[in-house]
Each structure stands twice: as structure tokens, then as C-alpha cells.
């Protein structure tokens, strides 16, 4: 949406900027001044910068993950600085969607091109995640359609983006803002969806029974073996035997989940933990069992961090004032961490894989802080040249996420040999970064 997006849009092209410079023409009007020629609005660039940072953390938690578990994804309970990227994301979007559907002359042609866009990023995740390309290490594409994995990192914000927009369009009141608790009134019906969304997580989480259940895997010499898990409980948040999991193994179907799954790093599950390793001898029966980190369940709640960040968006668009602005970010931000941390320490346990209600609220608050902090830099204070990089990243984040992220560079690098694969343009170069890549369509998120 003029660039404010994961993915740009056409029809925002004219709430691709914001006057950041407030009513100055208002003011000459009404002392009966000619009224000046009205200024070109500025850009608000901290969307692109944040956006942009956001891109770069992807990156970077792909490659060092694997040697710093402090930059990969926590195996279950708990998170660290890979988990916060996803989160980020689905918040931006929200914040640009308020923006872009600032007005809105005609609701239904709105609803039906975002309906449409949300079903482009659905199809193109469906691809670059569903198993269709095979990595730099086998350069083949193709996928069995009785095991495309259907969920993942796209489809998430694809599911975000089109259920915050649907609000945006059809869920605003006409009430005049002045003050911060204006906005609560105005959009009240938002407010309320996300509550009901989130309710209904908590009761699907908390309240479905879950049974036992068995899969199979693959052998030596494509032996089927079979594993039994004993489940039998309700409420239960552990890796084998939650609401989120069974939710998905019955709706998808195990085998359209993804096959490598985060808890395959905990200490039941490797002698290496936090890294991949052995199982140990006394490994549960689920350790090896398909879980998708983008699964049905948990993008309940992806849907309410952007739709958090549709409220964070309305600000900018009633509130002219920098102070204004930031003070109407950093109170709710730091009541969101204060939430967070109680309901971890009472038990509800911050955790990415099943996008629990203290990692929504930690996560959104963090994003929130972060996003006030680049705007007084960039927007406030005018450091531009430093976040230059940043913006780029950030005005073409879907290019990049394609290209690096999921491997569609590395791969078409290795694509091209002299005479034998391995005679790879990586193999001539000095620098070799792409050397390295592995296939990691999951856990870039």
C-alpha cells in the first residue's frame, strides 16, 4: 500500500504520504491571510525504516541461527530475537492498512481488491513454502500435492492483512478524536472483534480435548515406522498434545504440516539442545512429529497483532503532533510488556510456535516501542542518512523475503555450472556467501 506493506498497492497511491507538518495553512486562513500554497506532504519514512529493520532481523536470525540460540527460534516455551520477527510484520501491515484506508470512497471495489491481494500473497506462499523448490543442495522443484504444506509465513499475513482490512473498510465510526481515548470510541468495533478473536483462541486453546494420536515416518530403506502419542487431556500447552497441533492435524491433514518442527531442538528431543542432535533414549513418542509454526489456530492471534497495529496506524492519521503521536504509542506499548510478563509469570507462558496471548501482547509491545523509537529518529529528528538502507529494505521487503529468505537467489546462483553442479558460480567466487544456505522455508518468521 504505497509502500507502507509487505506488499505495495495501487490503489493507495495517494496515501503514500503523510503531513507531518500539521494545519500551518489552517492558521493563516483564519487570522484572514491569504493561505499559502499548500506545502507537499512528507513521507512518513519510519514505516519503511521499520519495515526495513525488520527484513534485515530475518536475515540475519536465518544464517546465525544455527550457531547462536540466542538468534534462533526458542524450541517451544519462551522466545528470543527470531521470534519477534513475525510479530513485527503483522504489526507494520496493520499500521499501513490505516493509512492506506484512510478514505474510502467505495467499499465494496475496497473489499473486493483486498480479497484479491490477499489471495495473491496466499498463492505465492503456497508456492515459495509449500515444498515446490527443493533448495540449493538438490536444484529440483516440484511438489506431491497429497503433502504441499498449505500453511506458512505469507499465508499468515495473507490471513492477517485481509481480516484487519475488512474491519478497516467496514468498522469505523464517524466520532470526532481529540484526545487518546477518542480512538477507543471511534473504533470500538474493531476493539471488539479483536477481543472476540482472542476469546476464541483462549477457549479453542484452553477448552478442546485432545486424544491420542499416532503418526509414521520414513526409515532406513523407506520403512514405515509408526509412533503413538498419549495424549487424553484438555488445556494441555505442551509440544505433543496441544489444541493448536491437533487443530491442524485434523483440519489440514498431518501430512500438509511442516515435517521439521521447532520442538525437534528442546531437551526432550536432542542431546544437543538448543540445537538440532540425536534423540535421546528417553525421547517422547511426538519428537518427530510434523507441527506447522504457521498453523490455523495460531494465526487466530496473528490477526490480533495487526489488528494492534491498525490502532497504532490511527493515531498517525488523527493526531498531528509528534508528542501527541509518541505518547500515544509508548503508554499502551509499555501497558502490553507490563500485561505480558504477569501472564507469564502466572503461567501462560510467552510461546511463538502456539502464538499465546503473552507473546501477542509481549511482541506487539515491543513492536510498538521500536516503531516510536525509529519515528522520533527518522521522522521527529530527520536521520536519514544513516537508515537509508533501511528504507530501501524496507520499500521492497517482498522482493527481498522472495530473493534471500527463500532461498530463490541462492538458488539460481547455484543454478548455473561448468559442467558439473559443483562447478557452481558460488565455487568461483571469493566471497561464497551463499555457500552456506540451506532450505528454510519456516523459520524465518
Not at 77 to 93: K, R
Not at 162 to 180: M, N, P, Q, R
Not at 268 to 282: A, E, F, K, R
Request: charged letters at 15%; aromatic letters at 12%.
Amino acid at each position: 500500500m504505497g509502500g507502507y506493506e509487505l506488499v505495495r498497492s495501487d490503489d493507495a497511491a495517494a496515501l503514500a504520504a503523510v503531513d507531518l507538518r500539521g494545519a500551518g495553512n489552517a492558521k493563516h486562513a483564519a487570522a484572514g491571510a491569504s493561505p499559502a500554497p499548500k506545502p507537499k506532504p512528507q513521507r512518513l519514512v519510519s514505516l519503511d525504516v521499520f519495515r526495513g529493520i525488520t527484513v534485515l532481523l530475518m536475515i540475519i536470525v536465518d544464517d546465525a541461527g544455527a550457531f547462536i540460540p540466542g538468534m534462533n527460534h526458542s524450541p517451544w516455551d519462551g522466545v528470543t530475537v527470531a521470534d519477534f520477527v513475525m510479530p513485527f510484520f503483522l504489526f507494520i501491515v496493520g499500521v499501513a492498512l490505516a493509512l492506506a484506508y484512510k478514505r474510502v470512497p467505495d467499499k465494496l471495489d475496497a473489499t473486493k481488491k483486498a480479497v484479491l491481494r490477499a489471495l495473491k500473497l496466499f498463492c505465492l506462499g503456497l508456492v515459495l513454502q509449500g515444498g515446490f523448490f527443493h533448495g540449493v543442495r538438490s536444484l529440483t522443484f516440484g511438489v506431491d500435492l497429497q503433502e504441499i504444506r498449505l500453511m506458512g509465513i505469507l499465508q499468515r499475513i495473507a490471513i492477517a492483512y485481509l481480516l484487519t482490512a475488512l474491519c478497516e473498510i467496514w468498522l469505523k465510526g464517524d466520532e470526532d478524536v481529540d484526545y487518546g481515548f477518542d480512538l477507543l470510541k471511534r473504533y470500538r468495533y474493531q476493539l471488539f472483534v479483536g477481543a472476540i478473536v482472542a476469546i476464541t483462541y483462549m477457549v479453542l486453546l484452553y477448552g478442546t480435548y485432545v486424544p491420542d494420536w499416532e503418526y509414521q515416518t520414513s526409515g532406513p530403506g523407506s520403512t514405515q515406522k509408526s509412533f503413538l502419542v498419549k495424549c487424553g487431556v484438555r488445556g494441555d500447552t505442551s509440544p505433543g498434545c496441544n489444541a493448536v497441533g491437533m487443530i491442524d492435524r485434523k483440519i489440514l491433514g498431518i501430512q500438509h504440516l511442516y515435517g521439521r518442527p521447532v520442538y525437534a531442538r528442546s531437551k526432550q528431543c536432542s542431546i544437543n539442545s538448543p540445537q538440532n542432535g540425536p534423540l535421546p533414549p528417553d525421547a517422547p513418542s511426538w519428537c518427530q512429529a510434523p507441527f506447522d509454526p504457521e498453523g490455523l489456530l495460531s494465526s487466530v492471534m496473528a490477526i490480533v497483532t495487526c489488528l494492534i497495529g491498525l490502532q497504532y496506524g490511527h493515531v498517525i492519521v488523527h493526531f498531528q503532533k509528534h508528542r501527541e503521536r509518541i505518547m500515544n504509542w509508548l503508554i499502551p506499548s509499555f501497558g502490553m510488556l507490563v500485561l505480558a510478563f504477569a501472564l507469564d509469570l502466572f503461567g501462560m507462558h510467552m510461546n511463538k510456535p502456539l502464538y499465546s496471548l503473552s507473546y501477542t501482547l509481549a511482541t506487539a509491545g515491543a513492536a510498538g516501542l521500536l516503531f516510536a523509537g525509529i519515528y522520533t529518529l527518522v521522522d521527529l529528528y530527520g536521520f536519514r542518512r544513516p537508515t537509508a538502507a533501511m528504507e530501501w529494505m524496507g520499500m521492497h521487503a517482498l522482493m527481498i523475503y522472495v530473493l534471500i529468505a527463500c532461498n530463490i537467489l541462492p538458488i539460481f546462483i547455484h543454478g548455473f555450472y561448468w559442467k558439473d553442479p559443483k562447478n557452481n558460480l558460488v565455487s568461483f567466487s571469493t566471497v561464497g556467501c551463499c555457500a552456506s544456505f540451506q532450505p528454510r522455508f519456516s523459520e524465518h518468521d
